[in-house]
Each structure stands twice: as structure tokens, then as C-alpha cells.
């Protein structure tokens, strides 16, 4: 069963520890490399500001291992060696649909989200084979 939304957004926190996710809507059968690489994106992202053209292009590494050691040794055989195409498939599906249905994305200009996107898939698919090596350690770990 797949969150299919999984981000910090939709989780409650009380005193540091999640007490409850929120947000079924989009819950379906999957493989669980989908809700893996959603929310290693999600969960591993870095934002300065409230303008994506300032967003940094890489991803915060003790968070994204973090993630990965929530999963656990699962994590492996849900074929990690495909986790940053997938990181960066999940982040395009997730700003685009939006902009082509309605040209927007969050009721704002398109175009500082599509640069990030397309800055943030450049860096993802140039450190896939770090990000590979540091999610099987930390899937490893968990």
C-alpha cells in the first residue's frame, strides 16, 4: 500500500516524534519504490526562501539517509539503483500536472518551479551513483 503523497506537510509531529500522517486520499497498491523516492525528494529537499530560483540544486544527505533508514532493509530490494531517475520523475510529475492543467502552480508563476525542477533533475541524475551509494548504506542501517 502506497501513501502516494509523502511528504513532511501531511505528518503531525508531537514532541519530535510523528504522531500521525494525514492525507489517504491518494493511498493505492504500488510498488513502494513510488512512496521511496516521493518522500526521500520531499523529506531531502532544501528551500531558502519563498522563491524556487533560490532553492539550492542538491538535497540535504543526513536527511535523505534518515528517510532511508526509516525504511529500512526493504529499502534495497525496491530497486534503489533507480531511485534518483525516480526522485526525479516524482519531482516533475509533481510541479508539472499542475502547470499544465491550470498554468500555474500554486495559484503562482510556473516558471521559478519549472527552472527549479529542471535544475534539481540535472543535479539528481549528475549524483545518481552517490545518491545510490549513500541510500544501500543507509537502507543498510536502518
Not at 31 to 43: K, R
Request: with cysteine.
Amino acid at each position: 500500500m502506497l501513501h502516494a503523497d509523502w511528504h513532511p506537510g501531511n505528518m503531525v509531529f508531537r514532541d519530535g516524534t510523528v504522531a500521525a500522517v494525514l492525507d489517504f486520499d491518494g493511498a493505492r497498491l504500488g510498488p513502494v519504490l513510488l512512496d521511496i523516492a516521493s518522500g526521500s525528494l520531499q523529506f531531502s529537499m532544501t528551500r531558502v526562501g519563498v522563491n524556487p530560483d533560490d532553492w539550492p540544486d542538491g538535497l540535504d544527505a543526513h536527511r535523505f539517509a534518515a528517510f532511508l533508514r526509516g525504511y529500512g532493509p526493504e529499502a534495497i530490494g525496491a530497486g534503489l539503483r533507480s531511485l534518483p531517475a525516480m526522485m526525479g520523475a516524482a519531482l516533475v510529475g509533481e510541479v508539472v500536472a499542475p502547470v499544465a492543467a491550470t498554468g500555474t502552480f500554486a495559484g503562482r508563476d510556473p516558471g521559478p518551479f519549472l527552472r527549479m525542477v529542471c535544475r534539481k533533475t540535472a543535479w539528481l541524475i549528475e549524483n545518481a551513483s552517490k545518491l545510490e551509494s549513500l541510500a544501500k548504506r543507509s537502507a543498510r542501517a536502518g
